[in-house]
């Protein structure tokens, strides 16, 4: 453990929490600490375990919290949510862009919110993110009104501006993509190839990631994401690549989440997904692979089920794991221990609303356990460590995810004092198994409250909560004027179940 009196870094003041439980970092693993707790001075901590005994010129002490390392959203989409909204109906009778539109399309989509309500969606986002827990979030291809057709004009950097605002860390990019995915009347999908889409999307990130990259303290990152496997091409792949690594910028990159994506790249260069970006280069630690569910041996791939999860281990490549958005349409990743097991770093990713990285975690749990067929894995401490360790591993910060002296003061505090929790035997298990984001009661990043009593101090929740209905409406009536049958949410959302119920 840390030296219980440790040299300050400042004459700034000292802040002394201290819970019914710390999860402590040992190196190793976080191990529970009884009535533990946290020093941090300047951004750091100072020391982490049983007993400080150093200066304290604040002290809070709280038996009913669990004080744990700021999670990390590896995978998310900031903004309201289009996609949260349609549930029970086949992924073919969703929104979806025509062939006309994105063939008529320029090359940087046409603003299909206003400039106010961009900015609200990206913030009415982001505090969710926040108030459950996760103080580092990763936006992945952009807050866009509608994320999967590519940003809308200034939406990253408003949200550089929001970040700031509300006080979290956050890694930004503007995704781009060589060809643009549409649907057919009779539902089949296509790809329109557009190739100086791509490379012009990559001149813009990049000189987003000049900009804008440690912003605010350095709690504004910046990556890279090339939208999806199936929509990049090789050239595209090589040169975000030389880009990356020219810049010393990480990349996240959708692969293996769908079926039809299988299908295409099969069909095109006799590979699954993991398998295509393994024969261009395109894997390793500075890559993370989102969702990574349809690798090979997997019932909709088949194959050898050990060969794709090889290619990423071997790689050093981590996977974003986002339960959530599969779990809603009947799919799941086979089977989170696998991956694991086969040493490869797993961080968790909230894809869509709610955002909840907590109920998340508990998702991950559950659906691992039913696709092992196993009681015992994974484990309450697996998925906590991968929202953790796991995400901050992706992320190649050390700094982040763990509760140790020189760490980042990125600190959630957990109210396990709840009844629904009743007795705690141990507060990782308490967690997974019973709690959810609403249980969070403080938050700091950089040693900065940022959330008290369950709601943020740096937003207006009444104001962002009331002008959510109307920017879902108007993301609504955008995608429904883009679809090839021009759809909307009361005819999508009345599935032929609730039709006959209605008969």
Same mark, same amino acid.
């Given at each position: 453990m840390n030296d219980p009196t440790p040299a300050p870094i400042s004459d700034s003041p000292i802040t002394l929490l201290r819970g019914g439980w710390l999860a402590a970092w040992d190196g190793q693993q976080h191990q529970i600490i009884p009535r533990g707790g946290i020093a941090f001075q300047d951004k750091r901590i100072l020391y982490a375990g049983p007993h400080y005994e150093g200066r304290a010129d604040v002290e809070i002490d709280n038996p009913g919290w669990f004080l744990c390392p700021g999670f990390i959203n590896l995978h998310g989409h900031i903004g309201v949510e289009l996609m949260a909204a349609v549930v029970d109906v086949p992924p073919t009778a969703r929104f979806a862009p025509s062939l006309e539109f994105v063939r008529e399309s320029p090359l940087f989509l046409p603003r299909s919110l206003t400039r106010a309500e961009q900015q609200q969606s990206a913030e009415f986002s982001l505090v969710q993110m926040v108030k459950c827990g996760a103080t580092t979030i990763v936006d992945v291809v952009g807050s866009g009104p509608i994320w999967w057709l590519g940003n809308a004009p200034d939406d990253e950097e408003m949200l550089v501006d929001t970040v700031g605002k509300i006080g979290c860390r956050a890694y930004l990019a503007l995704g781009f993509r060589s060809a643009r995915v549409y649907q057919n009347a009779d539902h089949s999908w296509g790809w329109y190839e557009v190739p100086e889409l791509g490379m012009e999307g990559l001149r813009v990130a990049r000189e987003f990631a000049r900009r804008y990259r440690g912003s605010y303290d350095g709690r504004v990152q910046v990556l890279l994401t090339p939208h999806a496997v199936d929509i990049s091409s090789p050239a595209l792949l090589q040169a975000t690549l030389d880009a990356a690594r020219s810049d010393d910028l990480l990349i996240q990159i959708h692969a293996a989440q769908y079926p039809f994506e299988n299908q295409y790249v099969r069909a095109h260069y006799d590979d699954t997904p993991i398998g295509y970006l393994h024969r261009f280069g395109f894997l390793g630690p500075d890559i993370t692979l989102g969702h990574c569910v349809f690798t090979s041996g997997h019932p909709a791939v088949g194959g050898d089920p050990d060969r794709d999860l090889n290619l990423i281990?071997? *790689?050093? *490549? *981590?996977?974003? =794991? *986002?339960? +959530?958005?599969?779990?809603?349409?009947?799919? &799941?990743?086979?089977?989170?221990?696998?991956?694991?097991? =086969?040493?490869?770093?797993?961080?968790?990713? /909230?894809?869509?609303?709610? $955002?909840?990285?907590?109920?998340? #975690?508990? +998702?991950?749990?559950? #659906?691992?356990? +039913? #696709?092992?067929?196993?009681?015992?894995?994974? %484990? /309450?401490?697996?998925?906590? =460590? &991968? $929202?953790?360790?796991?995400? !901050?591993? $992706?992320?190649?910060?050390?700094?982040?995810?763990? +509760? %140790?002296?020189?760490?980042? !003061?990125?600190?959630? /505090?957990?109210?396990? !004092?709840?009844? =629904?929790?009743?007795?705690?035997?141990?507060?990782?298990r308490s967690l997974v198994t019973c709690g959810t984001g609403q249980d969070v009661d403080t938050v700091f990043v950089d040693g900065q409250k940022i959330v008290q009593g369950g709601r943020v101090l740096n937003a207006d929740e009444e104001q962002l909560h009331a002008a959510a209905p109307g920017i879902l409406q108007s993301m609504a009536h955008a995608a429904s004027a883009r679809d090839p049958l021009h759809r909307n949410l009361e005819t999508i959302l009345s599935t032929p179940a609730d039709e006959r119920r209605a008969e």
């Open positions: 281990a071997e *790689s050093g *490549s *981590s996977v974003a =794991h *986002s339960p +959530l958005t599969f779990a809603r349409v009947g799919e &799941a990743l086979h089977t989170l221990p696998r991956y694991l097991d =086969h040493g490869i770093n797993v961080g968790i990713g /909230c894809d869509i609303w709610p $955002a909840d990285i907590i109920a998340e #975690m508990r +998702l991950a749990w559950f #659906m691992g356990k +039913l #696709m092992g067929e196993q009681a015992e894995r994974p %484990t /309450c401490r697996e998925v906590f =460590h &991968a $929202a953790t360790v796991g995400s !901050a591993n $992706a992320l190649q910060r050390p700094d982040l995810g763990r +509760l %140790t002296q020189g760490a980042r !003061a990125d600190i959630v /505090c957990i109210d396990l !004092a709840r009844y =629904h929790f009743g007795p705690v035997l141990d507060p990782i």
